[in-house]
């Protein structure tokens, strides 16, 4: 049996360890079990108070999440632009049907706009999922530090 507080090998019978005098408790350890690190569960909100309200780097933290939002936005718009045209193009050599063009150029031309057009939807959900995650982080950091201004207000009373 190890000792909880200085890790000393005691006697499995002992009560006390023999190195420190503290009382033993009767759960085995071994070595590994005793290296191993322990595990620290992170909240949301722990994480929005240590990184925007409570930080020295909190102004520096705001401006990168909405940087990521201008960005995201201004990556977006061009490639909404671009859906109606893709999805277009992709649409007419589908429904073109003549037949002195050769069928594996029309299925690979076809198939590559229907790529184009699914990567710029793909790339948009990517883009406004993260336009609407920063908007969450923005929004709870500013309700937790209203809230921790009205408590510190309501107790200094």
Known sequence: MYCSSCNARNNN?????????????????????????VKKKISFQKFI??????SKNRYRNTFIILASIVLCVALSIPLLKGIPESFNRAMALVNLASGHLDKR?????????????????ILILLFWS???L????????????????????FYKK
Do not use: H, M
Request: charged content about 25%; some cysteine; aromatic content about 20%.
């Open 13 to 37: 019978k002992a009560k006390y360890c023999y190195k420190c005098g503290k009382k033993l408790q009767n759960i085995e350890f071994s070595r590994t079990n005793i290296n191993k690190p």
């Open 130 to 132: 993260n336009i609407f």
């Open 49 to 54: 108070c240590s990184s925007l309200i409570f």
């Open 134 to 153: 920063s908007l969450v982080i923005l929004f709870y950091a500013y309700i937790l530090k209203r809230n921790f201004i009205k408590f510190n207000n």
């Open 105 to 121: 150029i029309l299925k690979n031309q076809t198939e590559l706009f229907f790529r184009d057009f699914f990567i710029r939807i």
